[in-house]
């Protein structure tokens, strides 16, 4: 089946600085989630990103399909953004080991 | 509230015990999907519903696992005989039909001893 690989696996920026998580997947999809899982387990919605590139404040996503790959762009990091990052491919019900992503104050 | 929903938010269960869960989706979604998590593991999918029609069931752990969707609404996933390693953050989920944006709910954490 698709396999779903995140990197990096963890990651621990200061407050302020950039990130850049990416998702890469083995077979082509049509579409792919970008999930925050905050520390009491809640996943929440952060992009619906078949292909192209959103928008939404702070964050961005970018899929490009043909590459089988998707990043996530973090601007301005906030402790509020502590947390893992899950990408998955909607069709395919599978989802990465995802990104635990650390901000320090 | 028009999130989805479940119910109850932990448990805690001696080996061997049944338990089941419930989750309520988002009212316009005739998709339901299961998912297990344990710790620092992204969630598993274990099953999903269009309607009362249950469309994936090979995923699910053992025979011990089962879920229903009887009217199309809510589901419940039963475990039968828990073990140990049953002990996990189960996951609900829901969409509108086909691979549409899935949208979760805040989980159960089972906790088996």
């Known amino acids: 089946g698709i396999q779903v690989e995140q990197s990096p696996p963890d990651l621990i920026l200061q407050e302020g600085a950039n990130s850049t998580l990416r998702c890469n997947f083995s077979d082509s999809v049509n579409n792919l989630q970008w999930f925050h899982q905050n520390p009491w387990g809640q996943l929440i919605n952060l992009f619906y990103?078949?292909?192209g590139t959103k928008q939404n404040g702070r964050l961005s996503a970018t899929t490009v399909a043909t590459e089988r790959y998707s990043l996530l762009y973090i601007s301005s990091s906030q402790t509020t953004d502590s947390g893992v990052y899950f990408c998955a491919p909607r069709d395919k019900i599978i989802f990465g080991k995802g990104t635990r992503l650390h901000i320090l104050p | 509230d028009t999130g989805v929903s479940q119910d109850p938010r932990h448990k805690i269960t001696k080996r061997g015990q049944n338990v089941t869960f419930r989750c309520d989706p988002i009212s316009e979604h005739n998709r339901l999907y299961w998912y297990r998590q344990t710790l620092g593991q992204g969630p598993e999918f274990l099953t999903y519903f269009q309607n009362e029609a249950q469309l994936e069931k090979s995923r699910l752990l053992s025979d011990r696992f089962s879920a229903e969707r009887p009217k199309g609404s809510f589901s419940t996933l039963e475990i039968q005989r828990t073990e140990q390693g049953d002990s996990a953050m189960y996951l609900c989920a829901s969409s509108q039909y086909g691979p549409n944006e899935q949208f979760f709910g805040p989980g159960t954490r089972l906790t088996v001893l």
């Open positions: 990103i078949p292909s």
